[in-house]
């Protein structure tokens, strides 16, 4: 996964995870996790663990610093715990998925809906269409799918930003729980100590694997050194660990033949 700084360079102001992550890992249980993370943000505000004086500006300072990726209706009869509760549920970010295919399979094959006017009709086709496992729609799907985590996840972080330090426990808990929501959910992500997401383990890894073995690998096998690198970042992009680890494991193999003369060479 490829990270932006987390400081804009010219303005010197913090980057929510949507804008300077590439890419969100599609390993874990993402709908797990926000179950989780909404019926605890509404904890959190329904009982005023943060000892808010102002919820609406809590609301709009949400909306204003998550770039408007949540929106924030102080009309709309639903309280301000019960709209971020609601953001983050499973079920919101399905019905808001299942609406983008939708515009997305309309817009692609529109003419075959031209003459197609009853509502039934375009929803049985629209239907049709993504139950073809059509190869573009089902990695629209998946992209689709990403982008909504990410933008959660943004949000998220924004929400951890702007949290009331009055009480510093409360806040602590807050991110333990999440901590513990995402080792829950399988999820490799971590917070680290400004409170702002990060790939689980990317230090450790960078540090005790790429910066000290790769340029000896690269200098002598530098094509296996190149494959190497690829299930890396693939495992951090996301990547099945099984289809990472095989990749991975048929490159040292391959290096174990160079290595010993062995063209038959396997581990065993």
């Known amino acids: 996964m490829t ?48 000892s808010s004086s102002d919820l609406p500006h809590f609301g709009h300072q949400l909306e204003s610093k998550s770039r408007q990726k949540f929106l924030y209706n102080k ?74 985590f990410k933008e959660r996840l943004g949000v998220l972080e924004v929400l951890l930003q702007i949290f009331p330090q009055k009480n510093k426990k409360v806040f602590s808990d807050f991110t333990g729980d999440i901590k513990s929501y995402f080792a829950e959910s399988g999820i490799m992500f971590d917070l680290d100590e400004q409170d702002q997401i990060k790939p689980l383990d990317a230090p450790l890894l960078q540090k005790e694997v790429i910066d000290d073995l790769l340029p000896r690998l690269q200098s002598q096998h530098p094509e296996i050194a190149k494959e190497l690198v690829k299930a890396y970042r693939d495992m951090l992009n996301g990547e099945s660990f099984d289809s990472v680890f095989f990749d991975a494991f048929a490159a040292l193999e391959k290096l174990a033949r160079e290595i010993t003369g062995d063209p038959k060479f396997e581990f065993t």
């Open 3 to 50: 990270n932006k700084d987390n400081k804009d360079r010219q303005s010197g102001n913090y980057i929510p995870w949507f804008l300077r992550s590439d890419d969100t890992p599609s390993s874990g249980d993402f709908q797990l996790f926000f179950d989780r993370l909404s019926h605890r943000v509404k904890q959190l505000l329904d009982c005023d663990e943060i």
């Open 75 to 148: 009309d709309s009869g639903l309280s301000l715990p019960s709209q971020i509760s609601d953001y983050f549920k499973s079920s919101t970010i399905k019905k808001q998925w299942k609406a983008e295919i939708g515009r997305f399979i309309l817009d692609k094959y529109k003419a075959g809906f031209q003459d197609t006017e009853n509502e039934d009709d375009v929803n049985k086709k629209i239907n049709d269409l993504a139950k073809e496992n059509n190869a573009v729609i089902f990695e629209h799907q998946k992209k689709s799918y990403s982008s909504l």
